[in-house]
């Protein structure tokens, strides 16, 4: 493991869990299982709204999407910006729920920190160390992603740069990594995932929409990392993929979301969990 030293010497690893405050009254890391859901890119005030209200509808626990976008092409949608912030954060008053959103650069620390519950460190930065340095100073919950090329102990030795510099309300996510077939988008690494829950004290959820980049296997999935013990899902979901300006292959719409949240507490049940507090909420604005 850790290069040079037993794997004690790393702080995120032991027996005692630790537990991630996200905003709201949320906690991850106690065992229940925590649903954050939203789309991949803030796009307008309409799409927002409408995936937002969805995914708390079908009882979703917290919000995504990215306002800043680490695109492959220049020429690709780059995101909102503060505009999308401001609309997430909106929605998060609205619906009672934390916000996640990425942080791209260190630089937009100031900014994030005044619309955001949760940031997220993306899979492309993993390895920004300036980055993970800022962040570790801030107190704020993070989603750290493991790189697409990250090896486990490079991931853990990421989570460490925010542990050492003392922020220990650090999330790990399993996002899929590449391997030498490109059928899909990226190759979800379970075992990986059940093997650092095993050994570290660091929640670890899972997000079954980078990691396949198609929609139909998102839900099954899902239910796999359930069942293998991750402690969440971090999971894209759009009112209208068709037209989605990033990443509509592997959305789900909110109905495919919606049976998803009804599926997975029969899963969860039958290893001995349960779905976080609050329990799939009651209508927002009228009946179910
Ligand atoms: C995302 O969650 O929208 C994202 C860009 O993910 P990743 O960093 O895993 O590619
Ligand atoms: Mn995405």
Redesign the pocket.
Known sequence: MASGGPQQVLRAIGDRTIRVRLGHGLEIGGGDFVVIAGP?ALESTEQVEAATTAVKKAGAHAL?G?AF??RTSPYAFQGLGEVGLKLIADSGRRLHLPVVS?VMDASQLPLMLDYVDVL?I???NMQNFALLRAVSKVRRPVVL?RG?GSTIEEWLLAAEYLLDGGNDQVVLCE?GIRSFDNTLRNTLDLAGMAWVKERTKLPVIV?PS?STGVRTLVTPMSLAAAAAGADGL?V?VHPAPEAAMC?GPQALTPEMFGLLMATLPGVLHATGRKMAHPEPLAAVGGSR
């Open positions: 991949c995504r990215g976008k680490p990425e997220q993306g899979a492309r992603k697409f996002r997000d980078h971090l894209e990443d």
